[in-house]
T-cell receptor, first 111, second 116 residues
Framework: LAKTTQPISMDSYEGQEVNITCSHN???????ITWYQQFPSQGPRFIIQ???TKVTNEVASLFIPADRKSSTLSLPRVSLSDTAVYYC????????????FGTGTRLLVSP | GAVVSQHPSWVICKSGTSVKIECRSL??????MFWYRQFPKQSLMLMAT?????????EQGVEKDKFLINHASLTLSTLTVTSAHPEDSSFYIC????????????FGEGSWLTVV
């Protein structure tokens, strides 16, 4: 199982771009990289998933270098409602795989 | 995105009783489901992984006789906390793998269990 390392916390202000980097040195060939957002007392919410290069959707972008040993979640123009814990997970490839959560990154967006 | 529903969202039970939490994948078939528990301000801790039609695989330190997991169909998994005690009070979250969507994992809303 790939272990992930993220910063414990980050602070930002409304309207800024936030980049959260995750290290996953032991990622396997068939592992995907998935980011989730969690608010208190709620289940994690899927944000974005990628395998390599760059993926973009309506809420975020995911940058993955060629060696795939890290990834960066980019949140453009954050708002107060983006204050949450963000988890980076690797896995979910073919076959029987489980997802183990790391500590996550607590993002605090201030006015 | 795909929807995973948990029920109940919160439950209070007396010590010594059992309580069942249901996890349903509403718009996809989930061959694999996962159960987590989470304490306040901590990360999710994986309890067990279940495949439809087979026994669940429990993580080290999780009592399988206390936390009974059943995955009888491709859309339903249940977690039964047997002989519950106050220390079992926690936030329980299930997730399900959508094999048709790049094996993306979707999570339920979570269930708060309070044992009094």
């Amino acid at each position: 199982l790939a272990k992930t390392t993220q910063p414990i916390s980050m602070d930002s202000y409304e309207g800024q771009e936030v980049n959260i980097t995750c290290s996953h040195n032991n990622i396997a060939t068939n592992d995907y990289i998935t980011w989730y957002q969690q608010f208190p007392s709620q289940g994690p919410r899927f944000i974005i998933q990628g395998y390599k290069t760059k993926v973009t959707n309506e809420v975020a972008s995911l940058f993955i270098p060629a060696d795939r040993k890290s990834s960066t979640l980019s949140l453009p123009r954050v708002s107060l409602s983006d204050t949450a814990v963000y988890y980076c997970l690797v896995g979910g490839g073919t076959g029987f795989q489980k997802l183990v959560f790391g500590t996550g990154t607590r993002l605090l967006v201030s006015p | 995105g795909a929807v995973v529903s948990q029920h109940p969202s919160w439950v209070i039970c007396k010590s010594g009783t059992s309580v069942k939490i249901e996890c349903r994948s509403l718009d996809f078939q989930a061959t694999t489901m996962f159960w987590y528990r989470q304490f306040p301000k901590q990360s999710l801790m994986l309890m067990a992984t279940s495949n439809e039609g087979s026994k669940a695989t429990y993580e080290q330190g999780v009592e399988k006789d206390k936390f009974l997991i059943n995955h009888a169909s491709l859309t339903l998994s249940t977690l039964t906390v047997t002989s519950a005690h106050p220390e079992d009070s926690s936030f329980y979250i299930c997730s399900a793998r959508d094999g048709q969507a790049g094996n993306t994992i979707y999570f339920g809303e979570g269930s708060w269990l309070t044992v009094v």
